[in-house]
């Protein structure tokens, strides 16, 4: 099993839905997880963090962790097609220093 | 706010050339990351430092190396490029001392190698 793991996608939302986003994680994942967004050809951009069990809402984004299931997810309010890019999910290892990415997933909101 | 520089966004070198990527952050983090990206591939950790001149190798080493000679500038080192290191190249910098703190990239560097 990879460490994290997400559906490549494409996920594909009409403007003004939610979009979730989903993200499983290996036991050596366990402190706390980050969404970063990406657009094509631009670098990763931090959107949320999120430690506890539960959920964390910033405006429209809503990140959602479960530690039992060994999940985390990305709810997007209010789809626009400006959320369209790729949503990477990380999460911090034994190492405290780094982070373990997925492979990310592409989100497509269409008009 | 974090700002974290990559000395060029893009860059175009030649087989055999040794290739100079630098990296610069402004807000003392401890911890500096080199990644690759590359489609389908997703992000791949080249080398960390978690201190001056402390380099610890991450999943693909093989043809980079690195150096930390101050806090804020981490470079990595091609040193002799080749055609399968054409790819984007971003830095990543972390404050120590804890899991919670969050990473920050700078904007990239695309490299073609010819």
């Known amino acids: 099993q990879k460490e994290v793991e997400q559906n490549s996608g494409p996920l594909s939302v009409p403007e003004g839905a939610i979009a979730s986003l989903n993200c499983t994680y290996s036991?050596?994942?366990?402190?706390?997880f980050f969404w970063y967004r990406q657009y094509s050809g631009k670098s990763p951009e931090l959107i949320m963090s999120?430690?506890?069990?539960g959920d964390k809402e910033d405006g429209r984004f809503t990140a959602q962790l479960n530690k039992a299931s060994q999940y985390v997810s990305l709810l997007i309010r209010d789809s626009q097609p400006s959320d369209s890019a790729t949503y990477l999910c990380?999460?911090?290892?034994?190492?405290?220093?780094?982070?373990?990415f997925g492979t990310g997933t592409r989100l497509q909101v269409t008009l | 706010d974090v700002k974290v520089t990559q000395s060029s966004r893009y860059l175009v070198k030649r087989t055999g050339e040794k290739v100079f990527l630098e990296c610069v952050q402004d807000?003392?983090?401890?911890?500096m990351f080199w990644y690759r990206q590359d489609p389908g591939l997703g992000l791949r950790l080249i080398y960390f430092?978690?201190?001056?001149?402390?380099?610890e190798k991450g999943d693909i080493p093989e043809g980079y190396s690195v150096s930390r000679e101050k806090k804020e500038r981490f470079s990595l080192i091609l040193e002799s490029a080749s055609t399968n290191q054409t790819s984007m190249y971003l830095c990543?910098?972390?404050?120590?001392?804890?899991?919670?703190?969050?990473?920050?990239f700078g904007p990239g560097t695309r490299l073609t190698v010819l």
């Open positions: 990543a910098t972390r404050a120590g001392g804890g899991s919670y703190n969050e990473q920050f």
């Open positions: 036991d050596r994942v366990s402190q706390s």
């Open positions: 999120i430690y506890s069990n």
């Open positions: 990380a999460g911090s290892t034994g190492t405290a220093s780094k982070l373990t």
């Open positions: 807000m003392d983090h401890e911890n």
């Open positions: 430092s978690y201190d001056v001149k402390m380099k």
